[in-house]
Nanobody
Framework: QVQLVESGGGLVQPGGSLRLSCEAH????????MGWYRQAPGNQRELVAS???????NYADSVKGRFTISRENAKKTLYLQMSSLKPEDTAVYYC???????????WGQGTQVTVSS
């Protein structure tokens, strides 16, 4: 059973930066396209960034130019570098496979990102 463990969230002021990490325990990892999702209170979970096994990336319009997704396959770790953070980025952030990339793993606990002054 694959366990996804997100970390790196916290409270940051608008315009600040955070780097999130996701460790995929028990996963082959390198074969899967992976993504970062977020869910704000009252909203559905949305995909904000993805990266294929070969390193191709894609971003939601809301975060493009501000977020960078990357992966380190040897460590089975996914990263999300977030800069120029806005209050609307406030959400719980999760990692998982993306549609078409294979089986969806069980969701982890996520990591809370709060952008507020």
């Amino acid at each position: 059973q694959v366990q996804l463990v997100e970390s790196g969230g916290g409270l940051v002021q608008p315009g600040g930066s955070l780097r999130l990490s996701c460790e995929a325990h028990g996963s082959i990892f390198s074969i899967y396209a992976m993504g970062w999702y977020r869910q704000a209170p009252g909203n559905q979970r949305e995909l904000v960034a993805s990266i294929t096994a070969s390193g191709n990336t894609n971003y939601a319009d809301s975060v493009k130019g501000r977020f960078t997704i990357s992966r380190e396959n040897a460590k089975k770790t996914l990263y999300l570098q977030m800069s120029s953070l806005k209050p609307e980025d406030t959400a719980v952030y999760y990692c998982n496979t993306v549609p078409g990339a294979g089986p969806r793993h069980s969701w982890g606990q996520g990591t809370q990102v709060t952008v507020s002054s």
